[in-house]
């Protein structure tokens, strides 16, 4: 699904890169959480395969397809295909709960009746049936990063990219919101997270990708957090 081929990232301006070769394979329906240092690239290696970034040398595929070579219409079709679940949440702050999900599907051009039979589906899906008409405000710091969630999700995306999904939520909310990404991940989503929460990373685990000071130092199929940074 996504191959990095000796992926280098550098800013303008840095003497170091941000991601130093990278080589590696994510299959479809994999659970890929991303661990390592502030700095180590998880945030760049997300936006990478966002399209947000391109790479300063090395060829990012994502089912075959060059990112790098995209065209307009191939990008917004890539990144109607992935959705991204942020820290900070980025809801819209005078939008219902029910109009934050909508807009990531009014921005596609879907008809009304779809947006609200969708709308609803994913807000069952991730619990927050009966939330609708609330504004970001009167919701729970948990509550919002599941509309985050939502909104990622009604896109029917194949791939979730998520960067630090829990680091503004307690550690019930986070192991809650982890069980509801596991789920989805069951349901055939594609997950990768970026993240912190080494407790999390530990008892679920699933695939772990150790990045620091750009590099990739441990690839494992079950792995844990590790400590070596």
């Not at 998880?42 to 790098?68: D, Q, V, W």
């Not at 599941?146 to 999700?153: K, P």
């Amino acid at each position: 699904m996504i191959s990095l081929q000796n992926v280098t990232k550098i800013y303008p301006g840095s003497a170091s890169p941000a991601l130093d070769q990278i080589t590696l394979d994510i299959e479809k329906g994999e659970f890929v959480f991303l661990v390592g240092p502030s700095g180590a690239g998880k945030s760049t290696l997300i936006k990478l395969l966002f399209r947000e970034l391109l790479p300063t040398k090395g060829e990012i595929y994502f089912f075959g397809r060059n990112l790098a070579r995209l065209d307009k219409k191939a990008l917004l079709n890539h990144r109607r295909q992935i959705g991204m679940v942020f820290q900070d949440f980025r809801l819209l702050k005078q939008k219902t709960v029910f109009e934050n999900v909508a807009f990531a599907l009014e921005v596609l051009g879907k008809p009304p009746k779809e947006i609200e039979f969708k709308v609803a589906e994913v807000l069952e899906k991730v619990g927050l049936a009966g939330k609708e008409k609330a504004f970001p405000e009167e919701l729970s710091g948990g509550e919002q990063q599941r509309v985050g969630v939502a909104r990622a999700l009604v896109k029917d995306p194949l791939l979730l990219l998520a960067d630090e999904p829990t680091g503004n939520l307690d550690r019930n909310t986070s192991r809650q919101l982890m069980e509801l990404l596991e789920t989805l991940n069951a349901e055939g989503t594609t997950m990768v997270i970026a993240t912190h929460a080494w407790d999390l990373v530990d008892r679920m685990q699933k695939r772990v990708i150790s990045l620091n000071q750009g590099r990739l130092v441990r690839d494992e199929k079950r792995g844990t957090y590790g400590h070596e940074f």
